[in-house]
């Protein structure tokens, strides 16, 4: 599947495209898991519109958090990213524009995300949203 960025650049660009089409039952989400470990898992923080449970396990999971997150947003668009990796740990800073659903508000956000690979694909990502204030008034909250 290639090295880790690569990996994760089509994950990236799998995941807009899942959000672009309206998620749950209208994205292509075998585009999204292809690029998933079954293991996966997504440790969301507390207090963001889309955190759910906190933690996301498995593809099953994974596809239940993107549709709450698709529920959130219309859009997604990766301004600008970042990334050091030391083999298959990667940390990635991305500048990403957000549409809310809500609201139609955009928000501009800087997220980091420290991710773990196994294999070629991912197997653990924690989110690091540097105003989380800023994204929840965007949807409203």
Same mark, same amino acid.
């Given at each position: =599947?290639?090295?880790a960025w690569?990996?994760? $650049?089509r994950f990236y660009?799998? $995941?807009?495209d899942?959000? #672009?089409?309206?998620?749950?039952?209208?994205?292509?989400?075998a585009? !999204?898991?292809?690029?998933?470990?079954?293991?996966v898992?997504?440790?969301?923080?507390?207090? =963001?519109?889309?955190?759910g449970?906190?933690?996301? @396990?498995?593809?099953d999971?994974? $596809?239940?958090?993107l549709a709450?997150?698709s529920?959130?947003?219309?859009? =997604?668009?990766?301004?600008?990213?970042?990334?050091?990796?030391?083999g298959?740990t990667? #940390? !990635?800073r991305? @500048?990403?524009r957000?549409?809310?659903r809500?609201?139609? @508000?955009? !928000?501009? #956000?800087?997220i980091v995300?420290?991710?773990?690979?196994?294999d070629?694909?991912?197997? $653990?990502?924690?989110?690091?949203?540097?105003d989380?204030? #800023?994204?929840?008034?965007?949807?409203?909250?």
């Amino acid at each position: =599947m290639g090295d880790a960025w690569s990996v994760l $650049e089509r994950f990236y660009a799998a $995941e807009a495209d899942y959000i #672009a089409a309206g998620g749950l039952g209208k994205g292509d989400y075998a585009q !999204v898991a292809v690029h998933l470990d079954p293991d996966v898992v997504l440790h969301q923080a507390p207090g =963001m519109p889309f955190t759910g449970t906190g933690s996301w @396990r498995g593809h099953d999971g994974m $596809e239940r958090f993107l549709a709450v997150f698709s529920d959130t947003w219309t859009s =997604m668009e990766f301004l600008a990213q970042d990334h050091v990796s030391n083999g298959d740990t990667v #940390a !990635v800073r991305s @500048r990403v524009r957000f549409r809310s659903r809500a609201t139609g @508000r955009e !928000v501009e #956000a800087l997220i980091v995300q420290w991710i773990t690979m196994r294999d070629g694909r991912i197997v $653990e990502v924690r989110p690091i949203y540097w105003d989380p204030s #800023a994204i929840a008034e965007a949807c409203g909250w």
